[in-house]
């Protein structure tokens, strides 16, 4: 006998694709303009038991931030292919705990994966999961409410640095 269970459970995804016109450098350009790199130190204060004062930092945030990205074009390289591909990981530390907060497996998907790629005949894209979708799962209307809003700031960013 195991001492696990396991539960599956299919669920439906809107996936959402925003081409730009623009060049691959400019739609990054713009792209990392709009949305400041996430300020590392909110995490140090919760580290190290100051949450009144991380709470004042969160609260300050701009709306999105970039917490991290991949170069996954240089990962093609391995395949012998030459493309140009960033995956980035976007969101608000504050918006992702007002979810968490209800419902932790929300944190799958906090902060939100955004793929800005360029295509073989040089067509720029971003490519993500709606927010509402992927977190519509949950059932719960706190996560619902505040993936609305987080579909609304995502898809008005990637559209201004597209545009």
Do not use: C, W
């Not at 990054?28 to 909110?42: C, F, M, N, S, V």
């Not at 995490?43 to 004042?56: H, I, N, P, W």
């Not at 490519?127 to 619902?144: A, L």
């Amino acid at each position: 006998m195991t001492n696990q269970t396991y539960v599956k459970q299919t669920i439906s995804v809107e996936h959402v694709t925003i081409r730009s016109s623009n060049s691959f450098d400019i739609v990054r350009t713009k792209l990392e303009a709009l949305l400041p790199r996430l300020d590392e130190g909110i995490l140090t204060l919760l580290r190290d038991g100051e949450s009144a004062r991380a709470l004042q930092e969160a609260e300050a945030l701009p709306t999105l931030s970039i917490f991290g990205f991949r170069d996954h074009g240089a990962l093609l390289r391995l395949a012998g292919l030459q493309r140009r591909a960033v995956q980035y990981d976007i969101g608000n530390p504050l918006t992702a705990s007002k979810m968490t907060r209800h419902q932790i497996s929300a944190a799958l998907y906090a902060p939100i994966r955004i793929l800005l790629h360029e295509d073989s005949d040089g067509l720029v894209a971003f490519e993500y999961d709606r927010p509402t979708s992927v977190f519509g799962q949950f059932g719960d209307d706190h996560v619902d409410g505040v993936a609305r809003q987080l579909d609304q700031d995502l898809q008005s960013a990637l559209e201004a640095a597209a545009s």
